[in-house]
Structure formats: structure tokens, C-alpha cells
Nanobody, 115 residues
Framework: QVQLVERGGGLVQAGGTLRLSCAAS????????MGWYRQAPGQQRESVLN???????NYADSVKGRFTVSRDPGKNTVHLQMSRLKPDDTAVYYC?????????WGQGTQVTVSS
């Protein structure tokens, strides 16, 4: 059973940093990529970035240069380092994987950036 558990959200002032983590289980972590998404109140869920199984990354323009994703295969975990945070980054952040034709989501973690 695929499980994704996000951690690390919280309240931070604009310009600050946060590190999110997504711990994965139930599928071959090293053979699959992962995506991070976010959903602000009243908005559609949007892609923040994805990282392939080989480590290739693709970031949304809105976070390029501020967010960095990394994989820790030894712990089946993906980390999202967020810096120079802006109030517009306020959202619930989700990690997601697609495995055997099914998309799985974590429960989400709230990130709130105050101005």
C-alpha cells in the first residue's frame, strides 16, 4: 500500500525558510519520481515541481531559484527546501507519486507565510 507522509509545514515570516519532507513507502522509491503540489484557499491545486527517479528536476517559474528538491533514497524521503518565502507561497503542500497507473497523494502540510 502506497503511503506518503508530509512533514515540516508551519508559520514563517516573509523571507524566511522552511523544509518540507515526504516520507514514502509501499512502492519502489528508487524507480519512481515524485511531484510536489500546493493548493491555496479558493485556488486550484498547482504543480510546484517534480523530480524524476534519476534526479532530474523541473520547477514552476514561481518557485525557481527559491525552492530546491532533493531525494534521500536511503530513507525513501524527498525533501523540499523553501527559501525567500513569500505570502503567495501560503498553501497546503502535497507530495504525489504515480504508481501502476494510480496517483497517490499525501495528506498535505500547511505552509503559511506572513507579511
Amino acid at each position: 500500500q502506497v503511503q506518503l507522509v508530509e512533514r515540516g509545514g508551519g508559520l514563517v515570516q516573509a523571507g524566511g525558510t522552511l523544509r518540507l519532507s515526504c516520507a514514502a513507502s509501499g512502492y519502489p522509491f528508487t524507480l519512481n519520481g515524485m511531484g510536489w503540489y500546493r493548493q491555496a484557499p479558493g485556488q486550484q491545486r498547482e504543480s510546484v515541481l517534480n523530480i524524476t527517479r534519476t534526479g532530474t528536476t523541473n520547477y514552476a517559474d514561481s518557485v525557481k531559484g527559491r525552492f530546491t528538491v532533493s531525494r534521500d533514497p536511503g530513507k525513501n524521503t524527498v525533501h523540499l527546501q523553501m527559501s525567500r518565502l513569500k505570502p503567495d507561497d501560503t498553501a497546503v503542500y502535497y507530495c504525489s507519486v504515480r504508481f501502476r497507473g494510480t496517483t497517490f497523494w499525501g495528506q498535505g502540510t500547511q505552509v503559511t507565510v506572513s507579511s
